[in-house]
């Protein structure tokens, strides 16, 4: 399978633990992104990736939310002090350079975590 | 602020039959529109484009309409197949200076095909 790959798919944890997903997108693109989608809501962008650097983050990022891609390979997102209020789907996707149907992110299953 | 919405949450039609899912935006400055498919459990899957210089572009079985007049698109199915059940969303795409394709979403149609 060459699309983009996140683990663990599911996750439940107490308020107040630290938790952590890892992404890896498909192998020859340079772009990740990781956006967080509620239930019956579309996916709101978290940050952005270009190779290592990240180069875009959203307000929604609070301090608690760090996001690296240390090889411009696989990105891991962790949530610290996890609140009720983190539950959600985390998705993962990637892409080549902009450029025609730039648009096109490929989004990978998504992390659900659920905070008790 | 600036917004991408949907006039409709859910939608069900007929297998074979054609299915029309709308959008709405607010930002009169968005040029570039995205839909994407999402069924249950998995991520969106991209479907279609179309930027602000063009009101028509088809694909497969689709067809996604821009009226930039009262900034409103839809995206149209042909003949569906039971395999069109899904939520669909139009976005918004913000790319940043920094390259970044930052998609705003909408809500969300759920459309269900009825065999």
């Known amino acids: 399978d060459t699309g983009v790959s996140q683990d663990p798919r599911h996750k439940i944890t107490k308020r107040g633990q630290n938790v952590t997903f890892r992404c890896d997108p498909i192998?020859?693109?340079?772009?990740l992104y990781w956006y967080r989608q509620t239930l019956g809501q579309g996916p709101e962008f978290l940050t952005y990736f270009q190779n290592e650097a990240q180069l875009e983050k959203s307000r929604l990022l609070s301090d608690r939310f760090s996001a690296e891609r240390p090889k411009g390979s696989f990105s891991t997102l962790e949530i610290q002090r996890t609140e009720q209020g983190d539950s959600a789907m985390y998705l993962c996707?990637?892409?080549?350079?902009?450029?025609?149907?730039?648009?096109?992110?490929?989004f990978g299953e998504g992390s659900r975590l659920t905070v008790l | 602020g600036e917004s991408v919405g949907l006039h409709l949450p859910t939608l069900s039609v007929q297998e074979g039959d054609n299915s029309i899912i709308n959008c709405a935006y607010s930002n009169s400055a968005s040029d570039y529109f995205i839909w994407y498919k999402q069924e249950s459990g998995k991520g969106p899957q991209f479907i279609i484009d179309i930027r602000s210089n063009m009101d028509k572009r088809q694909g497969q079985r689709v067809t996604v309409l821009l009226n930039k007049t009262v900034k409103h698109l839809s995206l149209q199915i042909a003949a569906t197949q039971p395999g069109d059940s899904a939520v669909y969303f139009c976005a918004e795409n913000m790319a940043t200076i920094q390259g970044a394709q930052k998609l705003v979403f909408g809500q969300g149609t759920r459309l269900t095909i009825n065999p």
């Open positions: 192998s020859e693109h340079n772009r």
């Open positions: 996707a990637s892409s080549k350079r902009a450029g025609v149907r730039s648009g096109e992110l490929f």
